[in-house]
C-alpha cells in the first residue's frame, strides 16, 4: 500500500481541520525535533540497512571495549542468531493473526464505528494515541495491533469526510505506546523481577513482588500523567498550511468494504467444497482454544502473556471466520507482512549474542554505576537503559544483560531493588521511540515506512522520557 502526498500551499483548511494560527499554537516540541525530522527522513536507512549497522558499532565496541577477541565476538554473534527464534515466531503470529482477524466483516464493523467518532483532524491524533496507549497497559502486542489497524481506520473515515489528515502522526500516534507500555501489565522486568526462578533470587535472595513495582502510587500516578500529556502533544505536530500532508491513497477500500474473500466456489457443489464452505470446522476450533484460555484464566489468573494474546486473536479469528476457505484466504493475505520481522530479529539476537557474550552490556552498565550516587542512580539507571535497548530491543533480554549488575549495584549503594527495576523498564521503553524492531509489525499493518514517523515519535520521546524521569526521582525520594 503506497501514500500519497498533497502538498497543501496557497489552500484553506479542509472541512474540519484546524487552521494556521491553532495550529501554530502547540508546543515548541515541532522546533526542537524539526530538525531531527529533516535529518531522518534524508539519511534514516531501511530498518535491515539500520540492524547491520548497529551491528558493526556493537562489534567494534565489544573489540575495543572487552577483552573478546575477533573470535569471541564472531562465536557470540552465531551463537545469539537463534536466540529470539520463540520471540520471532509470537511477533510473526501477532502480526499475522491481528491482520487477518481485522480483516474478518466483524472486525472491520467495530474498525469503522471507532474510526467514525473522531470529527475533526485535532481529535484523530488524540484518539489514536488514546486508544493505543491504553490498550498498552494491557499488552503491548495488543497496542501495536490495534493502534496500526485504528491509525489507517481513522484516516480513511476522515478522507471520506474531506478531513486531511497526516496520516505518518496518526502512525506515530500508535506508536507512542511503546514508550509507556512498561508502566502496565505486561512490563517485562518488574514481571520477571516477581518470578521466583528468574536470576533476581541468585541477586538479592528473594523476588521483588509486583505491588512493589507495578502497583506502587508513584507508578500509577505516572500513568496517569504521561497518557493525558502524550494525547494532548502529539495532535500540535501536525502540519501547518503550507506544509506537505501525506494521506492514504483515493482508492483504498473504506474498512467497512474491507478485503471481501469468497467463502467457496458457488458452482462446486462437491462434497470437499461443502466442508471448505462450512462454518462449523474453523468455529469448532475456536471453541476449543477458547476453552483452553479459560482454563488458563480459572487456574492462572488474569496473567497475560504473549501467547495468551495470540491464541486470544487465533481464537477470535475462528469464531468469526465464514468458513474453512475464507480462513485460509484471510491468513494467506497476512502472510506477506512477517517478512521484515523473519529477516531482521536473527540481526538483534545476534547482537544481543554479543553483547551478553563478551560482557560488553556489563561493562556499560557499570560505568554508569561508577559515576552514581545513592539519589541520582535511579536517574542514571534509566538513561544507561535508554541507551542499551538501542543495541538491546528485547525489553526482556535487556533485564537479563542490565538487571543483575545494576540491581547489585543498587543494594551497594543503599536503593531500592524495585526502583532500579523500573528505571530499567522506563529506560527501555522510550527509545523503542527511535528503534525500528518493535515498529516492524505496525509499520507493516498500516503500510507506512520508519522515516515518516521518527521525527514524530523523537517527539513522545520527550514527553514520556521527561515524566517517566521525573517519576523516578521522585520514587527515589520517597
Known amino acids: 500500500m503506497s501514500i500519497e502526498h498533497n502538498v497543501a500551499v496557497g489552500e484553506q483548511p479542509a472541512a474540519g481541520t484546524e487552521s494556521t494560527e491553532s495550529a501554530g499554537r502547540g508546543l515548541s516540541l515541532r522546533t526542537i525535533t524539526g530538525p531531527f525530522s529533516r535529518f531522518v527522513e534524508r539519511w534514516m536507512p531501511a530498518p535491515l540497512i539500520f540492524a547491520v549497522a548497529l551491528t558493526v558499532i556493537v562489534v567494534i565496541m565489544a573489540l575495543t571495549m572487552t577483552p573478546a577477541t575477533p573470535v569471541d565476538v564472531l562465536s557470540g554473534w552465531g551463537d545469539g542468531l537463534a536466540g529470539l527464534l520463540e520471540f520471532t515466531t509470537q511477533m510473526c503470529l501477532i502480526l499475522l493473526l491481528g491482520h487477518a482477524l481485522a480483516n474478518t466483516a466483524p472486525v472491520r464493523k467495530v474498525l469503522v464505528a471507532m474510526g467514525r467518532m473522531p470529527r475533526t483532524a485535532y481529535q484523530a491524533y488524540a484518539w489514536v494515541t488514546l486508544i493505543a496507549c491504553v490498550a498498552s ?7 501495536l ?3 496500526g489497524l485504528l491509525a489507517r481506520e481513522v484516516a480513511v473515515q476522515m478522507r471520506n469526510r474531506g478531513v486531511e489528515v497526516h496520516f505518518p502522526l496518526l502512525v506515530a500516534g500508535a506508536y507512542t505506546s511503546m514508550s509507556v507500555w512498561s508502566m502496565g501489565y505486561s512490563s517485562s522486568a518488574p514481571l520477571a523481577a516477581a518470578t521466583p526462578d528468574s536470576f533476581i533470587i541468585d541477586t538479592i535472595g528473594s523476588t521483588i513482588p509486583v505491588s512493589e513495582t507495578l502497583g506502587t502510587p508513584w507508578n500509577l500516578i505516572g500513568i496517569l500523567v504521561v497518557i493525558p500529556a502524550l494525547v494532548l502533544i502529539m495532535p500540535t505536530l501536525r502540519p501547518r498550511r503550507g506544509e506537505t500532508i501525506i494521506q492514504l491513497p483515493k482508492d483504498l477500500a473504506s474498512g467497512e468494504a474491507g478485503v471481501e474473500i469468497a467463502t467457496s466456489d458457488v458452482e462446486d457443489s462437491s462434497p470437499a467444497a461443502r466442508m471448505d464452505a462450512s462454518r462449523i470446522v474453523p468455529m469448532l476450533l475456536g471453541l476449543a482454544v477458547t476453552a483452553y484460555i479459560i482454563w488458563y484464566f480459572s487456574t492462572n489468573g488474569f496473567a497475560l502473556t504473549l501467547d495468551i494474546v495470540n491464541w486470544s486473536f487465533l481464537a477470535l479469528l475462528l469464531l468469526l471466520s465464514r468458513s474453512t476457505h475464507e480462513l485460509g484466504q484471510l491468513i494467506k493475505n497476512a502472510a506477506s507482512t512477517v517478512g521484515d520481522i523473519l529477516l531482521q530479529f536473527p540481526l538483534y539476537a545476534g547482537i544481543m549474542g554479543i553483547m551478553v557474550s563478551t560482557g560488553l552490556g556489563a561493562v556499560i552498565s557499570s560505568f554508569f554505576v561508577d559515576i552514581s550516587t ?3 542512580f535511579g536517574v542514571i539507571t534509566f538513561i544507561s537503559a535508554a541507551l542499551l535497548n538501542v543495541a538491546i530491543p528485547s525489553a526482556g533480554g535487556q533485564f537479563a544483560v542490565q538487571g543483575p549488575v ?3 549495584a543498587s543494594q551497594a549503594l543503599g536503593v531500592d531493588p ?7 523498564a522506563y529506560g527501555d521503553s522510550i527509545t523503542n521511540m527511535i528503534q525500528p524492531l518493535f515498529a516492524l509489525p505496525l509499520l507493516a499493518i498500516a503500510g507506512c515506512r520508519l522515516r515518516d514517523i521518527v521525527g514524530y515519535t523523537s517527539a513522545s ?6 515524566v517517566l524521569i521525573g517519576v523516578i526521582f521522585v520514587a527515589s525520594m520517597l
Open 137 to 143: 497497559m494491557l499488552t503491548w502486542g495488543l497496542a
Open 145 to 147: 495491533v490495534v493502534g
Open 374 to 376: 545513592p539519589m541520582s
Open 406 to 408: 545494576m540491581i547489585d
Open 418 to 424: 524495585a526502583i532500579t527495576t523500573m528505571a530499567i
Open 461 to 466: 520521546m520527550i514527553v514520556s522520557g521527561t
